[in-house]
Every structure is written in structure tokens, then in C-alpha cells.
């Protein structure tokens, strides 16, 4: 088997709708950006919705798509915290289940079987979970991941300028620490820093 030498990026999930105003309102109320709201001939509509720190979006409108609405099943949504998220998302007036992790300790199984209420036990990377529904039915899932697998990341985002600080500071510190133990002074220190905040942020390399 080759290895495929493009990327294939998710960046698009089409939701069915029955109602597009109502779907955007929802949409924006929890967070989302709005980023593009198109009409065309005939009623087509295109409303492009991206979450929060997110590099995926999603789409709703009308003439975008032929299934039926409310079908959408099981987009995840990935969460730090999804105990906050979910409290962040009930405030904002949204149904959102309870805290469930799955008897098996892994990923969920369909609908409610092998729910156990509650987070994970030892909050284990990817076994929290929390669903809704928006308007239609279509249901969605929080899934808390602290730690990626190996080679899941393949990028490095930072979500404030008080983030980036803090991550040269912690490169500045961990960069003095090597030549006090090594009695080098490395004039590349640019390379060591990316390199450092790369595996600080969990990137290979």
C-alpha cells in the first residue's frame, strides 16, 4: 500500500436543517463564528459556521444538501473540560445530557448502551463525554481529550497572545536550564525554541 503524499483534511461537516435562521441563531448563541451567509437563485442559502478554535466548520442552509433534517448523528466536538464546556453550553440555554463515560473505557457506544454516568474515572484522554441536539435533532458530543495520540497533531495553535507569552517564557527558562547544564551557548536558540514549544504542545519532532 502507498502512502498517500497529499493531505486530506476534514474541514466541512454539512448539518440538515429545517429551518436556517433558527439553526444560525443556535449556532451563534453557543459561540460559533459566523462565517459566510449566502443566498442565491431559486433559495439556495450557504451559512458557514466555525467553533470556536476550531480548524473544522460546519454548514447549514437550504439546497445544500438532500438529507433529511435532524439525521445528523455523532460529530464530536472536542473539549478540554467537559464539565465546563457542558456548563458553559447549559448557560447558554442549551439541553445538554449529563457527563457520561463508557462502560468499556474506550469510545462510546451507539445511543445510550454502555453509558456510565459520569466522567471518565481517572479522566482519561478521550473517554469523557457529553451530547445535544440542535433545533432538528441532530445530535452532537463533547469528548474531553487532554493528551493526542502519537501523530494526531500535526500543528500548533495557540488561543490568546497570554498563551504565546507563557510558552516563550517556558522556552526561555527550559532554554537557560540547557546551557547552564550543557555549558553551551547555542546562538540557534530560535530552532531550540520551536523545537521545545513543538513537544510542549505534544507535536513530534
Same mark, same amino acid.
Given at each position: ?122 479522566? $482519561? ?17 463533547? $469528548? ?10 500535526? $500543528?500548533?495553535? *495557540? ?6 507569552? $507563557? ?10 536550564? *540547557? ?27
Amino acid at each position: 500500500m502507498t502512502v498517500m503524499t497529499v493531505d486530506l483534511k476534514i474541514e466541512v461537516v454539512v448539518v440538515p436543517v429545517s429551518d436556517v435562521d433558527r439553526a444560525k441563531e443556535f449556532w451563534t448563541r453557543i459561540g460559533f463564528r459566523e462565517d459566510v451567509d449566502f443566498s442565491g437563485p431559486g433559495g439556495f442559502r450557504v451559512v458557514h459556521l466555525t467553533p470556536p478554535g476550531s480548524a473544522a466548520s460546519i454548514v447549514v442552509g437550504n439546497g445544500v444538501t438532500d438529507a433529511e433534517p435532524g439525521s445528523e448523528r455523532g460529530v464530536h466536538l472536542v473539549v478540554d473540560d467537559v464539565v465546563a464546556a457542558r456548563a458553559e453550553l447549559v448557560a447558554r440555554g442549551v439541553d445538554v445530557g449529563e457527563v457520561f463515560h463508557d462502560a468499556g473505557g474506550v469510545f462510546h457506544h451507539a445511543g445510550t448502551a454502555g453509558r456510565v454516568p459520569g466522567p471518565h474515572p481517572t479522566r $482519561q484522554s478521550y473517554g469523557s463525554f457529553a451530547s445535544f441536539a440542535d433545533p432538528d435533532g441532530n445530535t452532537f458530543v463533547l $469528548q474531553e481529550v487532554t493528551t493526542r495520540r502519537p501523530g494526531r497533531i500535526s $500543528q500548533v495553535a *495557540y488561543r490568546s497572545v497570554a498563551e504565546v507569552e $507563557q510558552a516563550l517564557r517556558d522556552a526561555a527558562l527550559a532554554h537557560g536550564e *540547557y546551557e547552564a547544564r550543557t555549558g553551551r551557548h547555542d546562538a540557534d536558540w530560535p530552532s531550540w525554541y520551536a523545537a521545545y514549544m513543538a513537544r510542549a504542545a505534544g507535536l513530534g519532532g
